[in-house]
């Protein structure tokens, strides 16, 4: 989790992060994510109280979904068991408004201006009990901003207990054609890369780190699928596994570079 926390973080940062917007009730999303935590155990021994009304917005709901999990995993990491905490949905001024509150630890008037910034924690212990990389809020952050909204954590100290606030725009009474993917466009200069694989996690990690790097990435887990990749983009480069099965990497090999319209690629083993 530490490691898809960090590459998202990246990820965001970076501007590649894809929105597919759709209108979509912003209470329906928190009511899925507090459902989540209480089927896994995670608000056993809180006082948890909620409040929420049906409230459109146009957004990604995955996305949403992954700025109210951050939320509500600090406000369960940083509170005592049996403390309270809160979460309302609602339209307000305009807006859609998600605010949580919680009676946790609280925020020092110090950390509050750079709450929001990349491996901003307050004082730890050695045991680390409550864990994490200190970059959930600015994932948060991020993520909101591509909504067209904004994010707010106030509180009046440690031991305080703190309450982050979301505002998005209210969607359209009118319904709204499917937009398309919200994504930073690679320019022509980007490397395109083959990436043949039969481990998923591997590969998929594989893609995500080149990606960071602005290539734009193809995988597949096969040789025979890797050579037609090959044949039909013309790859720069080919990052080939030795060990695939049926047909393995020497193979694969010998048949990109036995097409003289592939011979310039770059082999990776």
């Known amino acids: 989790k530490l490691v898809d926390d960090l590459l998202e973080v990246n ?93 946790g630890v609280g925020i020092p008037a110090e950390l509050l201006p750079t709450v929001f910034d990349v491996f901003v924690q307050g004082e730890q212990t050695l045991q680390r009990a409550q864990g994490g990389l200190g970059i959930g809020l600015s994932l948060v952050r991020r993520l909101v901003a591509m909504h067209d909204g904004s994010v707010t954590i106030a509180s009046n100290g440690a031991g305080q207990g703190s309450t982050v606030t979301v505002r998005l725009p209210l969607a359209d009474s009118q319904s709204h054609e499917a937009e398309p993917p919200v994504q930073e466009a690679a320019g022509d200069t980007a490397c395109h890369v083959l990436l043949i694989e039969d481990n998923d996690d591997a590969r998929d990690m594989m893609s995500m780190l080149l990606e960071l790097r602005s290539c734009v990435v193809r995988g597949t887990d096969n040789g025979p699928a890797g050579i037609a990749l090959a044949a039909e983009h013309r790859p720069d480069v080919a990052m080939i596994d030795i060990g695939l099965a049926d047909m393995d990497g020497y193979a694969v090999a010998r048949a990109l570079k036995a097409n003289p319209a592939m011979s310039g690629m770059v082999l990776v083993a």
Not at 19 to 45: F, H, M, W, Y
């Open 11 to 103: 990820r965001a940062l970076m501007g590649k992060l894809t929105l597919l917007k759709a209108p979509v009730d912003l209470a329906a999303i928190a009511n899925r994510c507090l459902e989540a935590l209480q089927s896994g155990g995670r608000t056993v021994g809180f006082d948890l109280r909620v409040s929420t009304s049906s409230t459109p917005v146009l957004g990604d709901p995955t996305r949403l979904l992954q700025v109210i999990d951050n939320i509500l995993d600090n406000a369960i990491k940083y509170s005592p068991s049996g403390g309270i905490i809160e979460v309302s949905v609602r339209a307000i001024d305009g807006q859609a408004e998600l605010k949580v509150r919680d009676s």
